[in-house]
C-alpha cells in the first residue's frame, strides 16, 4: 500500500504559520524579554557587589594580623593582594598600625550601570572595629553592608 498520497494531500493542506500567529509569538517574546532583561540587570549589579565585597574581605585578615603586629600597610601587595581583578578596577589597602585605623575599598568594573564605578569599602578603628560601606544603592548592596 502507497502511503505517499495521503502525505502529499496533508503537506497541501498545511501550509505554515498565518502572519497573525507569527506576530502574537514575536509580541510574546518582546514582552518576555521585556520583563527578563531589568531582573538580570539587578541580579548581575547584585552579584557584582557581592563578589567585590568578598574580593576585599580576603585581605581583612592579613590587614588585621599587620595591625596586630604593629605593621603599617600602604598596598594590597603587601597583604599578597591584587591591585585590581574581574570585578574591581582598583583595589586598595592603607592601615596605620599606631591609630589602629585601616581601609580596605573595591571600585567596581565591568558592572551595570547601576553599580559600575562605585566602591564598597571595609574601614576600621581602634573604638570600633570594622565596619562596610558601600556607594552602590541600598537595593544591591549585601545585608551585612548597607549602600546609600
Given at each position: 500500500?502507497?502511503?505517499?498520497?495521503?502525505?502529499?494531500?496533508?503537506?497541501n493542506?498545511?501550509?505554515?504559520?498565518?502572519?497573525?500567529?507569527?506576530?502574537?509569538?514575536?509580541?510574546?517574546?518582546?514582552?518576555?524579554?521585556a520583563?527578563?532583561?531589568?531582573?538580570?540587570?539587578?541580579?548581575?549589579a547584585?552579584?557584582?557587589?557581592?563578589?567585590?565585597?568578598?574580593?576585599?574581605?580576603?585581605?581583612?585578615?592579613?590587614?588585621?594580623?599587620?595591625?596586630?603586629?604593629?605593621?603599617?600597610?600602604?598596598s594590597?601587595?603587601?597583604?599578597?593582594?591584587?591591585?585590581?581583578?574581574?570585578?574591581?578596577?582598583?583595589?586598595?589597602?592603607?592601615?596605620?598600625?599606631?591609630t589602629?585605623?585601616?581601609?580596605?575599598?573595591?571600585?567596581?568594573?565591568?558592572?551595570?550601570?547601576t553599580v559600575n564605578?562605585?566602591?564598597?569599602?571595609?574601614?576600621?578603628?581602634?573604638?570600633?572595629g570594622?565596619?562596610?560601606?558601600?556607594?552602590?544603592?541600598?537595593?544591591?548592596?549585601?545585608?551585612s553592608?548597607?549602600?546609600?
Open positions: 500500500m502507497d502511503d505517499g498520497g495521503c502525505l502529499l494531500a496533508w503537506m493542506k498545511s501550509r505554515g504559520f498565518t502572519l497573525s500567529e507569527l506576530m502574537v509569538v514575536v509580541a510574546i517574546v518582546g514582552l518576555l524579554s520583563l527578563a532583561l531589568p531582573l538580570y540587570s539587578r541580579y548581575q547584585r552579584s557584582k557587589v557581592s563578589a567585590g565585597l568578598s574580593e576585599i574581605s580576603a585581605l581583612k585578615v592579613a590587614l588585621q594580623i599587620n595591625l596586630d603586629q604593629g605593621v603599617d600597610t600602604a594590597p601587595a603587601e597583604l599578597s593582594g591584587a591591585l585590581s581583578s574581574g570585578n574591581c578596577s582598583s583595589i586598595s589597602a592603607i592601615a596605620v598600625a599606631a589602629g585605623a585601616a581601609s580596605i575599598s573595591c571600585t567596581f568594573t565591568n558592572a551595570p550601570a564605578g562605585q566602591t564598597i569599602t571595609w574601614t576600621r578603628t581602634q573604638a570600633s570594622w565596619s562596610c560601606a558601600t556607594t552602590a544603592p541600598a537595593g544591591f548592596a549585601p545585608q553592608c548597607p549602600g546609600i
